[in-house]
């Protein structure tokens, strides 16, 4: 990726009260995708690695389908800076679904099956492959290495995040309640230099829902009718007039904090289209 531009960004560390106590500038390379109409599609470099999926059983407020917690391989990939906006969706689409408008807001009241439709018709246009992330991509981008509940730290607050603010996780402060969505760009990064992974809208996977990680794959695939069956774009399109459950990640502006944890898991059928679901479009290297 070294011929790739990069762009400078800076992340935040917060303290247990959700006081900001440390700042950090970093960069990230990306490749940008014209769309039309001054449309553009960025996508961050994400570098391979590997890290623990799942939640510790120490963590507040954690679920049972967040376990067993169980090493994962991912390989380098690109991943959508921001959730498909709603001048994105436009622009390849020709029609905006959204609830709550604003070109800049991510695109909802899209299904699962309609984010496979977008994949498909933005390879076309481009010649490139697009497709939606695995879980364990997700939860590997989201995380940049940390460790904590959210890449933050121990807490989030509505500065950081747009979620229900009548709600705390452990000492976090009460915040706002916007009760809708908002710009994808306002709140600050991740150490990858992705941004609106907490809240907002929830985002799809490419997985079926599975309760728990027994026997799940281990080398970042996206866990389908088999175990490592390919989560290619053609093997998506195969499946778009099949009803069936579909991760969600990342909370909403909805939803409680505790919805916006790295490990936190959701899920809805694969036909509904909400106010509050959205998606993050891949590519592979």
């Given at each position: 990726m070294l011929d790739h531009p990069f762009f400078e960004f800076e992340i935040v560390i917060v303290n247990a009260k959700g006081e900001i106590t440390q700042r950090e500038q970093k960069s990230a390379h990306y490749q940008s995708e014209n769309l039309g109409n001054r449309v553009g599609l960025e996508m961050v470099f994400i570098p391979g690695g590997t890290f623990l999926m799942g939640s510790p059983e120490t963590?507040?407020?954690?679920?049972?389908?967040?376990?067993?917690?169980h090493e994962v391989t991912v390989k380098p990939f690109l991943m959508g800076k921001y959730p498909v906006t709603q001048a994105q969706w436009q622009a390849v689409m020709g029609h905006n679904p959204s609830y709550f408008k604003g070109d800049n807001r991510p695109v909802e009241c899209v299904s699962w099956h309609d984010t496979v439709d977008f994949c498909k018709r933005l390879s076309d246009k481009t010649g490139q492959a697009y497709r939606l992330p695995s879980e364990a991509e997700w939860e590997y981008a989201c995380r940049a290495g940390t460790t904590t509940p959210f890449y933050f730290g121990?807490?989030?607050?509505?500065?950081?995040?747009n979620y229900d603010g009548d709600y705390t996780y452990a000492s976090g402060p009460k915040g706002f309640f916007r009760k809708e969505t908002t710009d994808v760009n306002r709140f600050p990064p991740n150490g990858f230099g992705l941004y609106d992974l907490y809240g907002n809208v929830w985002e799809w996977c490419a997985d079926l829902w599975h309760d728990n990680y027994n026997e799940a794959p281990t080398d970042g695939s996206a866990w389908l009718e088999e175990k490592y069956e390919k989560w290619t774009l053609e093997h998506l399109i195969s499946k778009n007039q099949v009803k069936?459950?579909?991760?969600?990640?990342?909370?909403s502006f909805y939803f409680n904090p505790n919805s916006c944890r790295s490990a936190n898991r959701d899920k809805n059928m694969s036909n509904e289209r909400v106010r509050?679901?959205?998606?993050?479009?891949c590519l592979d290297l």
């Amino acid at each position: 990726m070294l011929d790739h531009p990069f762009f400078e960004f800076e992340i935040v560390i917060v303290n247990a009260k959700g006081e900001i106590t440390q700042r950090e500038q970093k960069s990230a390379h990306y490749q940008s995708e014209n769309l039309g109409n001054r449309v553009g599609l960025e996508m961050v470099f994400i570098p391979g690695g590997t890290f623990l999926m799942g939640s510790p059983e120490t963590e507040k407020n954690r679920y049972r389908d967040e376990s067993p917690q169980h090493e994962v391989t991912v390989k380098p990939f690109l991943m959508g800076k921001y959730p498909v906006t709603q001048a994105q969706w436009q622009a390849v689409m020709g029609h905006n679904p959204s609830y709550f408008k604003g070109d800049n807001r991510p695109v909802e009241c899209v299904s699962w099956h309609d984010t496979v439709d977008f994949c498909k018709r933005l390879s076309d246009k481009t010649g490139q492959a697009y497709r939606l992330p695995s879980e364990a991509e997700w939860e590997y981008a989201c995380r940049a290495g940390t460790t904590t509940p959210f890449y933050f730290g121990e807490t989030i607050t509505t500065d950081l995040a747009n979620y229900d603010g009548d709600y705390t996780y452990a000492s976090g402060p009460k915040g706002f309640f916007r009760k809708e969505t908002t710009d994808v760009n306002r709140f600050p990064p991740n150490g990858f230099g992705l941004y609106d992974l907490y809240g907002n809208v929830w985002e799809w996977c490419a997985d079926l829902w599975h309760d728990n990680y027994n026997e799940a794959p281990t080398d970042g695939s996206a866990w389908l009718e088999e175990k490592y069956e390919k989560w290619t774009l053609e093997h998506l399109i195969s499946k778009n007039q099949v009803k069936s459950k579909r991760l969600l990640r990342g909370g909403s502006f909805y939803f409680n904090p505790n919805s916006c944890r790295s490990a936190n898991r959701d899920k809805n059928m694969s036909n509904e289209r909400v106010r509050i679901c959205c998606f993050r479009a891949c590519l592979d290297l």
